[in-house]
């Protein structure tokens, strides 16, 4: 017989698939998906399907480090953080506020959750210690120790910018206005290669053709209304944000491979925040990580259009005999389900 995803353990792939993807892709609680079973007559405690749950991450750990490797190792990466609660144990009834912090390979249609407790960059400094290429956040100041390595090249976000602008709207229509007409023109020209279908070298002539030139005229301008506001009204919030930036926002003229905005690795943070709504908290350190891993393989498959339940009842299958040196061919962008 082949091996059981938990050694003489009653629950077989399909089930355990199934609690997974209803707690991190349905959102559905612990105690939410025990009310569907006793509807049906079957009782299955909190504490059984918590410990199905701690012996299957330490199934997948290996692939979950695979996962990882394989992104680390592409040249680009988008990253971005978000809160999540955790219980603390030494606190009873109070809450310790730790982050997922979520990397994202726009090449390789790949994202990777990691958890740490705190939202020091010492979590991304050490993740990233051999890391080489363009890393692509938002302007939280964590991430500028990162431009200032010599390995890495750090690009901004121009969604991030935009959105200073919209705030200072009802505080200055005409100048914040303006600039939000510039950044359209930017995003147009995005629009007009994924319309056309350009590749890298293309797009990036492309960028270099229709969008350098008015980002220039918009940096020429924003250098004259910085002399002209006051800078602690929202326009000058604005202006605060993108000039000290703005190098790093043009960074993405560099390469045709690169992106625009981080809004990719934003869209992967989602389903973290909807799980926040419905179960509140993790209930250890230990449970965080182990949602960082399921959200980690369910986002990748979501963006390679792999149903997820196939892929985990797939994989829970094939891995307790699966060649370690082999487990690339388990993860969701490899592994072929027909």
């Known amino acids: 017989l082949p091996s059981r995803p938990i050694e003489k353990g009653i629950a077989g792939p399909g089930l355990l698939a199934q609690l997974h993807v209803d707690k991190y892709v349905d959102h559905l609680p612990v105690y939410r998906q025990r009310q569907r079973f006793k509807r049906e007559h079957i009782n ?16 997948l750990d290996p ?13 680009y ?6 809160p999540i609660k955790v219980l603390d144990k030494n606190k009873k009834g109070k809450t310790h506020q730790g982050y997922h912090w979520v990397y994202y390979s726009p090449m390789r249609g790949a994202v990777f959750f990691d958890y740490q407790q705190g939202r020091s960059r010492e979590g991304p400094k050490k993740l990233l210690k051999d890391f080489t290429g363009y890393l692509q956040t ?12 010599k390995h890495i090249t750090l690009l901004g976000c121009w969604a991030h910018a935009r959105r200073k ?14 600039v939000m007409e510039q950044i359209q023109k930017l995003y147009a020209v995005e629009r007009e290669a994924r319309e056309q279908e350009l590749d ?12 350098l030139p008015v980002a220039n005229e918009l940096g020429k301008e924003l250098s004259k209304m910085y002399r002209n506001v006051l800078p602690k009204s929202p326009l000058g919030n604005a202006l605060n944000y993108i000039i000290p930036r703005w190098d790093t926002l043009l960074a993405y003229l560099y390469d045709g491979m690169l992106e625009i905005d981080n809004n990719l690795v934003e869209n992967s943070i989602r389903p ?22 399921f959200y980690s393989f369910f986002g990748t498959c979501k963006r390679h259009r792999v149903n997820p339940w196939r892929w985990l009842k797939k ?15 388990l993860l969701p962008q490899n592994l072929k389900l027909e």
Request: no cysteine; proline share 2%.
């Open 63 to 75: 692939l979950y480090e695979r996962l990882k490797n394989k992104i680390l190792n592409e040249g």
């Open 315 to 329: 994989v829970l299958e094939l891995i307790p005999d699966y060649p370690a040196n082999q487990l690339d061919d």
């Open 138 to 149: 938002d302007g939280y100041s964590a991430y500028e120790w990162f431009g200032r390595q």
């Open 77 to 82: 990466l988008q990253v971005d953080e978000t």
């Open 272 to 293: 973290n925040a909807l799980g926040r709504k419905n179960y509140l908290f993790a209930g250890s350190h230990s449970g965080a990580h182990r949602t960082a891993m």
């Open 200 to 211: 890298a070298d293309q797009r990036k002539q492309l960028r270099l053709d229709k969008s």
């Open 165 to 178: 602008f919209e705030k200072a709207l009802d505080y200055d229509r005409e100048r914040a206005g303006y």
């Open 44 to 59: 299955i405690s909190s504490s059984t399907i918590n410990s199905w749950s701690k012996q299957i991450a330490e199934l």
